[in-house]
């Protein structure tokens, strides 16, 4: 399904011209109360797919206020980019900008336009997309998380409201992040994009990220599963097959069921590895393994002419535009640099792909999260990685011990999720 109606937040010129407040963001107006309230009954309803922000929705003026706080925001960035190394004070930079009604606050700018550099999104597109003069989408899904879930029009980013202690964890985090992408730029971990908060007058200041949607483009999709390894609660009852509403299915739905890779499972079983390792190692469980299928078209299946141009995109993909910055790494490592050709690459030995697992990445969008199979395209990727093993869930981790002996359920210490999650990857897939 495609959403293409304009948002009447938004201008035509789009990014290029600042976003106008909605006159309902100025005022309630009566005449909007009551189907808002249809939308406030859908939600509580917990009906499950995508649906438009339009100017019926109940979120319709917060969705126009972020658009034009990140249009500004993103700004910033276009009008002064930097290849500088990133400095320690970028990682704790706090710009907050005012507009009418609102406040909109970045959280470490600098740090998130490098990474964004790093993957080969400009900055411009990245506004566009943002600032679309098109709706943005919610996604109501199946999860227990209280938080919203908002949609770029074009379905590349996904926006996510985060309580404070969540964004406070991920800024902590953040430098660590970052070097693991570094480290292993083919890393299956969503890609975040950006952390803000909005503070709307006379009302709670809200945070949010902003991250890569792993189901893009998603216009064939046919199945998508959250796994995390368990069978505790792990099953969704699915919805009729000609039904158009999305479903996110859960492990006990996948019985029966493999992914296929071929000659890419080893790499897909090390890289799960290497990625909960440092999830491990963050003291992090209750994650989950995103997986989505995508039937191949016959001319799909065939042997790819363009080897080269995937080979250059894999080493752009590892390297990246902003290769040459350091993330705050050792001296020995912020020496490599890109090279314009692979054969320059091969005699410099500066970076060893196979070393950093890298891959022979697909021609297609969204590659970093898409493996290629015999029959199928999938679509993988690791989210919502902010729950700590503290206290809290020790006694969690003991109560449901008592409820469900011999049971397999979510709340384990970090090493045991991180080894069972790989054993389900090594045992579903061939």
């Known amino acids: 399904m495609k959403w293409s109606r304009p948002c009447a937040c938004i201008q035509d010129g789009g990014a290029e011209d600042s976003p106008s407040l909605p006159a309902s963001s100025q005022s309630c107006q009566g005449d909007s109360f009551f189907p808002r309230l249809l939308w406030h009954l859908r939600e509580k309803w917990k009906l499950h797919g995508l649906f438009e922000i339009s100017s019926e929705h109940e979120h319709y003026d917060l969705i126009c206020m972020i658009k034009a706080g990140l249009r500004d925001a993103i700004q910033v960035s276009v009008d002064h980019p930097s290849r500088q190394p990133l400095k320690e004070e970028d990682f704790t930079s706090v710009v907050t900008q005012p507009h009418e009604g609102f406040e909109m606050t970045t959280m470490a700018g600098p740090v998130f336009a490098h990474f964004r550099r790093f993957l080969g999104l400009e900055e411009k597109d990245y506004q566009n997309s943002l600032s679309s003069s098109h709706c943005f989408l919610q996604f109501i899904s199946n999860s227990k998380s209280k938080a919203n879930f908002f949609l770029t029009n074009d379905k590349r980013f996904f926006l996510k409201t985060q309580d404070k202690w969540e964004v406070q964890f991920l800024l902590s985090k ?12 083919h890393s299956l971990l969503v890609k975040f994009m950006g952390i803000h908060s909005i503070k709307v007058a006379r009302e709670k200041k809200k945070y949010f990220i902003i991250m890569q949607s792993i189901f893009y483009p998603d216009n064939r999709i046919t199945e998508r599963f959250d796994i995390k390894g368990c069978r505790v609660s792990r099953w969704t009852e699915p919805l009729p097959e000609d039904s158009h509403i999305i479903m996110v299915l859960k492990d006990l739905n996948f019985e029966g069921r493999t992914i296929s890779l071929g000659s890419q499972r080893n790499w897909f079983i090390k890289q799960m590895e290497l990625d909960t390792t440092f999830l491990r190692n963050l003291n992090v469980l209750d994650y989950s393994l995103l997986v989505a299928f995508q039937k191949l078209h016959l001319d799909e299946k065939q042997p790819r002419k363009n080897v080269l141009s995937r080979i250059a995109k894999s080493v752009q993909g590892a390297w990246g535009e902003a290769s040459s910055v350091p993330y705050m790494v050792s001296d020995r490592q912020s020496r490599y640099v890109r090279k314009s050709t692979i054969s320059s690459l091969r005699r410099s030995k500066a970076y060893n792909l196979a070393a ?47 409820l469900h002996p011999g049971g397999s359920f979510s709340t384990v210490h970090p090493t045991r999720y991180a080894s069972r999650l790989c054993q389900w990857v090594e045992a579903h897939t061939v």
């Open 174 to 185: 953040l430098a660590l992040y970052i070097n693991h992408l570094h480290e292993y730029p």
């Open 356 to 402: 950093h697992n890298c891959r022979l990445l697909p021609d297609v969008p969204n590659a970093l999260h898409t493996l290629d199979g015999p029959e199928h395209r999938y679509f993988i990727g690791i989210i919502d990685f902010f729950t700590i093993y503290n206290l809290r869930k020790r006694i969690e981790f003991l109560w449901k011990s008592i």
